[in-house]
């Protein structure tokens, strides 16, 4: 990459920064934190704008919990969610967010689940009254159980399509060593037939404890407003206490797994151990992530797209997690490249080794602030980062912390977490024709 190109990047970044600084927000500063008498946790933001309010609500306990056997019965109970209610059919439970120019949606993750909406703050009322006959009266019709199935098996299906699902989907078997982490939240094709309308139910039943509630709500009205109709909605669900479970796996020693599969390209993904989100380490990751693989400026992508060639796709992702953090590598490359391509990555990610440069750090700082701002312009997800930073356990006030957590990692901070983690070893998958 010449010189005057990285000259035109950096100058796009710092104007975007400057954009991002100095635009109006719709964000308020003040946040109310509210805990139930059942144990369910309220967050409040309050805005000023068009009259829209957004939720995210969390529910503590996702995939990782489906049982032996029965791996996706998470994902296909909020799947169901929708499909109808005592008083609400699917038809009208979306109709009432989409008439109000918004929406409603649940998705399932490994260590939570969630519901998420968004309306105008005139339609609030009815919203709260879909929700809450939703969650304490949910049908979970036979028939539509049976249609979500096929849907379930048809993305599993997809997904093997797929170089890089596939192949992140194999490395979990292999990063996670026997953990319930292995699996995808979608489950296996197996076990998705299997289930049953009663384990659905059941599963449902165990989710309704006040513990595992965070509910994050972002809009323009006055929490005296709202209070009274979530209270109304959440403040019946029974008490009871959450804890997430612990799971442990440590990668230790240099492992790589290779499988064949139909396709044009090579898929490549290596793991190393990282930290978890609590620990006093997760930042300083973030940022070595953000030097090794987040865009054009990265070392892999410089290294092994730029010079190399070797690369359709490179980069380098740290998911943050509750349990068992992992640092992913990732490259797409012909198959007459692949054994290049894997001591590529353990090269440049070795690099860390001499040393980090004060560009690297402040290039990488820049794009992690800048991505984390831009995220926050809507009370959409204003709600979910609160909602996510109370969830994960760091409080909803990292919502206004991170960028200074960001800020403050120094270089020496960088080289100690890489020398922490990275040279106990790495789990590698290779994909390829």
């Not at 199935?149 to 490395?171: C, H, M, P, T, W």
Request: net charge positive.
């Amino acid at each position: 990459m010449n010189k005057s190109y990285l000259k035109l990047l950096k100058f796009q970044a710092t104007f975007f920064l400057l954009m991002l600084f100095f635009h109006p927000s719709s964000g308020g500063e003040t946040v109310i934190k509210n805990i139930l008498s059942n144990g369910v946790t309220v967050i409040f933001k309050e805005t000023e704008g068009e009259g829209i309010i957004a939720g995210a609500v969390f529910i503590k306990g996702g995939s990782f919990e489906d049982p032996e056997g029965k791996k996706g019965l998470t994902n296909l109970t909020f799947s169901l969610l929708l499909k109808g209610s005592k008083n609400f059919s699917a038809y009208e439970i979306n109709r009432v967010f989409e008439d109000s120019g918004g929406y409603i949606s649940t998705s399932v993750g490994e260590e939570y689940s969630t519901i998420e909406f968004a309306l105008r703050t005139e339609d609030f009322e009815k919203g709260m009254e879909v929700i809450k006959d939703m969650i304490f009266n949910p049908l979970f019709p036979e028939d539509k159980l049976e249609m979500e199935k096929i849907n379930v098996i048809a993305q599993i299906k997809a997904k093997r399509e797929e170089g890089f699902s596939y192949a992140f989907d194999q490395l979990r078997k292999e990063m996670y060593g026997g953990t319930p982490y292995q699996y995808s939240p979608l489950g296996t094709e197996e076990d998705v037939i299997s289930i049953t309308v009663d384990e659905v139910k059941k599963r449902w039943k165990k989710l309704m404890e006040g513990g595992r509630f965070v509910v994050a709500l972002v809009g323009d009205m006055p929490y005296k407003d709202v209070e009274g109709y979530v209270k109304d909605v959440f403040g019946s669900i029974k008490r009871a206490d959450y804890r997430f479970p612990v799971y442990k796996y440590e990668i230790k020693g240099k492992r790589c797994k290779t499988v064949k599969r139909e396709g044009a390209q090579s898929t490549i993904l290596v793991a190393y151990d990282a930290p978890d989100a609590a620990s006093k380490d997760y930042f300083s990751m973030k940022v070595l992530n953000g030097i090794l693989g987040s865009g054009f400026t990265s070392r892999l992508f410089q290294e092994l797209r730029e010079k190399r060639g070797l690369a359709y796709a490179v980069g380098s992702f740290f998911p943050t997690r509750v349990n068992m953090g992992r640092f992913i590598a990732y490259i797409g490359t012909a198959p007459e490249k692949t054994e290049e391509s894997v001591k590529g990555i353990v090269k440049v990610i070795k690099s860390v080794e001499k040393g980090v440069s004060d560009e690297e750090v402040k290039t990488a700082k820049e794009k992690i602030i800048g991505h984390f701002l831009l995220e926050h312009q809507t009370r959409a997800k204003q709600a979910w980062y609160l909602g996510w930073f109370e969830t994960i356990g760091l409080g909803y006030q990292m919502d206004s912390l991170y960028p200074d957590k960001i800020n403050k990692v120094s270089r020496q901070d960088i080289y100690r977490v890489w020398k922490k983690y990275i040279p106990k070893g790495y789990r590698c998958i290779v994909v390829r024709p």
